[in-house]
Structures are given as C-alpha cells and as structure tokens.
C-alpha cells in the first residue's frame, strides 16, 4: 500500500471548548435561517389549510382536554371561576412547542445524516433548527389563545410580558434535550422507540391538564420543589400566570425550574460536543 493511500483527511471545527462555539454558530446563522425556513416550508407544502392547522390542532386538544379533564374528570383549575378551556390553553401551547420540537430534534441527525457525513458546518444546528422553526406554529396559535381569553373576557395584566421568562426555560430545555437526544437516538437506535412512550409520560407529569398546586396538595411541599425540578412544571405554571390578572407570578417554581434547564442545556451541549467526533461513525 502506498503512503499517499493511507492519507485522510479530517474536517473538524478549531474548537475545542466543551461547549458548542456560539461564536462559529453566528458565523454559519445563513444556514442556520436556511434550514429553519425549510423546516417551516416542508411542514406546510402541498397542504390545503397550511398554517391553519397551527390553530386547529391546539383548538382540538383544547375541546378534548375540556371535555375528559374538565367535565368528565371534573378537574379543578385550582384558580377561582377560570373556565376549564381557558386554563388548559395556556398550558397546551407551550407543551406543544415543547413537545414537537423534543421529537424533531431528537431524530434530526438520523434524518439529515447523508448532510452531515460529507461537508463540514456546526453540528449543532442539526437540533437547533426545530427549536426555532417550531416557534412559527407556537406563535402563530398564540391567535387561538387571543381568541379564547376574548371569548371568555379575560384581558392580560400589565404582568403578560413576563411570559417570555418561561418561554425561555421551555426552548432552553428544548435545545438542550434536543443536543442529548439526538446524539443518543443517533448511538442507539433504541432510543427512538424510547421516545415515543416517554413523551406522553412527560405530558402527564407537567401541570396541562391539572395545577401544580395539586402536587403540594397532596404530597408536601418537599416533593413539590423536586417536582419543580423538571423545567416544564414552572415553564406552563409560569406562562399560564403571566395571562392572568390577580394570579401571583410563580417566581419560585420558575426559579427553579429555570435552574434546571440551564443544567439540561448545559450538560446537553457538553455531550453533543464530546460525542460530536464519532458522528460520522455510527450515523
């Protein structure tokens, strides 16, 4: 064998951080636009009602979850004379951003493995794109909850721009689950199976279809701050507060929830990045 033969060459980014260089990710956000409008694109083409269905199907969830939780099961809302739909609403769009984009990301290297393999960009925008164009619908069915609070003459405090506080720990948790799934679904295959059943364990967990304050209700205030440790209990309590006058903001269960995403997402993009080198490997 000649020497020239056993030469390969390697395209790796210079840096060698633990953590994804944000620096190099601006550098590359063209791309990363590119594949968000994508995303958003494929999703909608050759679709007769488009970005309609943004609305319909957080609308449909809405009626179902009324019906089965709150006249049915005859859940609480835990907060005095707000209808049923208005406060399952303010918690089925953000777990809807949530959960379709802990889906997307977390098969998002399987799917784009032919791309990857063969010309060097940041990996991580592979994840990343679902957490932005995933906003698209989650702003878009911002209208139906505009819709049903008119409907049910609820009008937002002066406290509604404090929503964007759990919207932040939802997509920061969102990405960071998106850096661990992926890599793992992309090691072990199993791990999509995994996620199916998984997921709806999540949604039964987070505060959608009943209060958080149920938790402390009946299981004590030290299960309700590890219960708050899962960052989607203050990112729906949180959110579902900011849209409500005379309803405290829940500064501690955000607090909290908030400190652990930023664990999620950062210990997300340390192991992308530790197991960024064997991408190409094992896709």
Known sequence: MSENSRLHTVIQSKNKTAL??????????????????????VMYKQTVLGFLWAILNPFFQVVVFSVIFGTVAGISTGI?????????????????????????????????SG????????RV???L??????????????????????????TPGSNVWLF????????????????????????????????????PLLLYVAPVAYPAIKVQEQLGNTVYNIYALYPMVGGIEGFRSSFLQDVAFPWKLVGISGISSLIIFISGSIYFRKMEK??????
């Open 20 to 41: 994804f260089n944000f620096k190099e990710l601006i550098r590359y956000k063209d791309l990363l636009y590119y594949m968000v409008l994508r995303d958003v694109t």
């Open 80 to 112: 005095h004379g707000l209808p049923y739909p208005v406060f399952s609403c303010l918690a089925i769009i953000p777990w809807n951003y949530f959960s379709t984009t802990f889906t997307a990301s977390s098969n998002s290297l399987i799917i784009t």
């Open 115 to 122: 791309i990857f393999t063969k010309v060097y960009f940041p």
């Open 125 to 127: 925008i592979i994840p």
């Open 129 to 154: 794109t679902p957490v932005f164009s995933k906003l698209v619908d989650f702003t878009i069915s911002l209208i139906m909850l505009m819709a049903i609070l008119w409907y049910y003459k609820y």
């Open 164 to 199: 964007f506080i759990p919207l932040s720990i939802i997509i920061i948790t969102a990405a960071g689950l998106g850096m661990w799934l992926s890599s793992l679904v992309l090691q072990f295959r199993d791990f999509r199976f995994a996620i199916t059943f998984l997921l």
């Open 278 to 283: 064997h991408f190409a490997d094992v896709a």
